[in-house]
């Protein structure tokens, strides 16, 4: 990403979702980043309830 231009950000992909409606790689990003954020937010969260005995069965 370091290498990524403001150029090749902006360049437009299909969306395979929805093809009328184009999005940027940007976008992409955007989604991609977004995801991983809350898996980790959420295992963080996991992680501590099982830390504090909450998720014993």
């Known amino acids: 990403l370091a290498a ?3 150029d090749q950000l902006a360049e437009e ?7 009328d409606r184009a ?3 940007l976008d992409c ?3 991609i980043l977004n995801e991983e954020w809350e898996h980790y937010r959420y ?3 996991d992680l501590a ?6 998720g014993a069965v």
């Open 49 to 54: 309830a099982i830390a504090e005995g909450a």
């Open 43 to 45: 295992a963080l969260r």
């Open 13 to 19: 992909r299909r969306n395979p979702w929805a093809p």
């Open 23 to 25: 999005v940027t790689v």
């Open 4 to 6: 990524v231009t403001a």
């Open 29 to 31: 990003l955007h989604v």
